[in-house]
């Protein structure tokens, strides 16, 4: 009950409706006892007026009157003079006088409450204004058991009036949410449940039909979203296919090219003048092709290891790199520098995190050389209480606008000849196993930088 959404409403309902009722039972118990007390001084009243024709009557009868009327004694003031006009004998004494002459209404709801809570019988004193405009004023005493009585019989009477009309517009409202709300939305979840099955089926994409405006918008919302999922789905099996059939060819066209370089090794050798000029350029031609189609079938079923994280000293790891790449360098006028302070320990997989520094190095050299001007490479560390920062930043002459755009996209963000547009995107893909961030540095001047951002976090170290 307390779990489902009409539940909820049913029992919401008649909390709200009884504090409604509680609001209007305070206000008319209060009438109730005004009431009560007046119509005793109206009968007392009455019961005076034997006495006034008569001029006087028996103790018999004056008991008969005082009994009917419900009080103990009445007094009436006319004509500036005040006379007892019946009188009994008083149990005990007075416990609070009540003047119901223009009493305030919060007065009047203090008195019910107290007449109502107070379970001592006691004799009250109540003043008021006669009827018919016989006299200046009537004051009569009563016994308060009997109001308490009739207090309580009225506020059960309300108690159970307000019980069940909650209970009918709870019932009301639970079938009307039902109705309107929940039904619907179990048609809607059942609609969900019913597309998950087969989301590549166009045919269980919802139809909105629901008159309720939230509920249509919800509707539509989700035949957008189901849409562009099965949309999407779609493509991804036609991609995935593709994928498998470029693969394929490209294991096949390996082959083909393998053998293809053979026979072009065996042309350099060639006595024949053109032959021997054309031959290292297709050579060169055929070992791109090959490099390309081992690097598509290598992108197509990588699947990186989640990084082993460990202590690793940064400048042993970035001096191991640049030492690889000073060996690649030979005559041309490149420099290799590392700005690492000594004893900087980072958490990351060593083996990963020098295949993207080896990377970013690589590049950045072929690019220096390839506009042959020559430029320096520097690695650069710097942390904080949050992180380590890598710089890796060359005077090259920076990356096209193009590769810009494509930066990490697989075979489109290559700026060299013969490149394959894959470093940058496994680079990034590891960084990321790490918890951490791999960019362009869009401000730097005077060539290109990227930056590894490492997170320091709580992870668990391996020692």
């Not at 790490?434 to 001047?445: A, F, I, K, S």
Request: with cysteine; net charge negative; glycine share 6%.
């Amino acid at each position: 009950m307390f779990k489902s959404l009409s539940g909820r409403f049913l029992i919401l309902t008649i909390i709200f409706v009884m504090l409604a009722e509680i609001l209007i039972f305070v206000p008319s118990i209060a009438r109730y006892r005004e009431d009560f007390l007046l119509a005793r001084i109206e009968r007392a009243q009455i019961a005076s007026l034997a006495l006034l024709a008569n001029g006087a009557v028996d103790r018999d009868l004056e008991e008969e009157l005082l009994l009917n009327a419900g009080v103990y004694n009445v007094v009436l003031r006319r004509n500036e003079a005040r006379q007892l006009v019946l009188s009994s004998p008083i149990p005990s004494p007075v416990a609070a006088t009540y003047d119901l002459r223009d009493t305030p209404a919060w007065e009047l709801i203090r008195d019910a409450m107290v007449a109502l809570w107070n379970p001592q019988d006691s004799v009250l004193r109540v003043i008021g204004y006669p009827t018919q405009d016989a006299g200046m004023l009537i004051e009569v005493t009563l016994p308060s058991a009997p109001l308490r009585a009739a207090l309580l019989d009225y506020g059960l009477r309300i108690l159970w009036l307000s019980l069940a009309i909650s209970l009918i517009a709870a019932a009301l409202l639970f079938f009307a949410v039902r109705k309107v709300i929940v039904s619907p939305m179990r048609s809607v979840v059942r609609q969900m449940a019913r597309y998950a099955e087969a989301p590549e089926d166009a045919r269980r994409i919802i139809t909105p039909s629901n008159g309720i405006t939230e509920l249509r918008e919800a509707e539509e919302a989700l035949k957008s979203l189901e849409t562009e999922l099965t949309a999407a789905l779609r493509q991804k099996e036609r991609l995935a296919q593709l994928g498998g059939a470029v693969a394929r060819v490209s294991h096949d066209l390996r082959n083909i090219l393998t053998s293809a370089q053979l026979f072009a090794d065996r042309l350099e050798s060639s006595a024949d003048p053109t032959v021997a000029r054309m031959a290292p350029k297709l050579v060169r031609s055929i070992t791109r092709a090959v490099t390309l189609t081992e690097s598509t079938l290598a992108f197509g079923k990588a699947q990186e290891p989640p990084p082993s994280l460990s202590r690793v000293p940064l400048a042993d790891l970035v001096n191991d790199v640049l030492e690889s790449e000073r060996l690649a360098i030979g005559d041309e006028d490149i420099s290799l520098s590392a700005d690492v302070m000594a004893g900087t320990v980072i958490r990351a997989d060593s083996e990963q995190l020098h295949r993207v520094l080896s990377n970013l190095v690589r590049n950045a050299r072929q690019a220096i050389a390839s506009a042959g001007t020559g430029g320096e490479i520097c690695i650069h560390s710097e942390e904080d209480d949050e992180c380590w920062r890598i710089h890796v930043r060359d005077t090259g002459p920076g990356l096209p606008a193009k590769a810009r755009e494509h930066l990490f996209q697989p075979f489109a963000s290559s700026s060299k000849r013969g490149g394959t547009g894959l470093g940058l995107t496994i680079s990034q893909e590891l960084i990321r196993g790490h918890g951490g961030q791999l960019r362009l540095e869009p401000d730097y001047d005077g060539g290109t930088a990227f930056e590894i951002w490492l997170p320091k976090g709580d992870a668990e170290i391996n020692f």
